[in-house]
T-cell receptor, first 115, second 109 residues
Framework: SQTIHQWPATLVQPVGSPLSLECTVE??????LYWYRQAAGRGLQLLFY??????ISSEVPQNLSASRPQDRQFILSSKKLLLSDSGFYLC??????????????FGNGTRLTVT | KNEVEQSPQNLTAQEGEFITINCSYS?????LHWLQQHPGGGIVSLFM???GKKKHGRLIATINIQEKHSSLHITASHPRDSAVYIC???????????FGTGTRLQVFP
């Protein structure tokens, strides 16, 4: 079966420190991968998506970057965190070949607090 | 005005009640999704609709394309249904998903 693992579940980091959130997918090859941010009172916002290894598309300008070093690994990073980076981050994948409206499968999310 | 609006924002119910959550959108869409976000944060896809009605267990989702409106119904609600329910639409013009802000449902025994 297809599963997605995202860690850590919670993270408290000081302003100016680096960030690395990791997401891995099992049970399918070459998935489309996504990073979303969920801010209080707002809908999920797509940050990055990837259709293959090394292929990253950024949706919004920001202090974050993403990388896909392996087929089923997606990493969200920052060199120096800002207070405004606090939020709930969700990784998701979609199996290719089932249509653009096939289900998104989400990880359990990471709650990031920048202090 | 958000392109996807959900109502109500918060909803409380007694166990056994019939629940309705509404979603209205202002863009042309190819599909509409209903998602459930558990208290811990994980999100599960419930339905994808492009027309008509779908049913899964106690959950029913309907969509009216002409009125740009969808409803999610829960029959015989149970405390385990307590979650945030999120509506998302895929825009025809941008081909991107646009998410509503969610409806927080609490069902009390």
């Amino acid at each position: 079966s297809q599963t997605i693992h995202q860690w850590p579940a919670t993270l408290v980091q000081p302003v100016g420190s680096p960030l690395s959130l990791e997401c891995t997918v099992e049970g399918t090859s070459n998935p489309n991968l996504y990073w979303y941010r969920q801010a209080a009172g707002r809908g999920l916002q797509l940050l990055f998506y990837s259709v293959g290894i090394g292929q990253i598309s950024s949706e919004v300008p920001q202090n974050l970057s993403a990388s896909r070093p392996q087929d089923r690994q997606f990493i969200l990073s920052s060199k120096k965190l800002l207070l405004s980076d606090s939020g709930f981050y969700l990784c998701a994948f979609r199996v290719k070949g089932l249509g653009r409206n096939s289900p998104l499968h989400f990880g359990n999310g990471t709650r990031l607090t920048v202090t | 005005k958000n392109e996807v609006e959900q109502s109500p924002q918060n909803l409380t119910a007694q166990e056994g009640e019939f629940i309705t959550i509404n979603c209205s959108y202002s863009v042309g869409i190819s599909a509409l999704h209903w998602l459930q976000q558990h208290p811990g944060g994980g999100i599960v896809s419930l339905f994808m609709l492009s027309s008509g009605k779908k049913k899964h267990g106690r959950l029913i989702a309907t969509i009216n394309i002409q009125e740009k409106h969808s409803s999610l119904h829960i029959t015989a609600s149970h405390p385990r249904d307590s979650a945030v329910y999120i509506c998302a639409v895929r825009s025809i013009s941008t081909d991107k998903l646009i998410f509503g802000t969610g409806t927080r449902l609490q069902v009390f025994p």
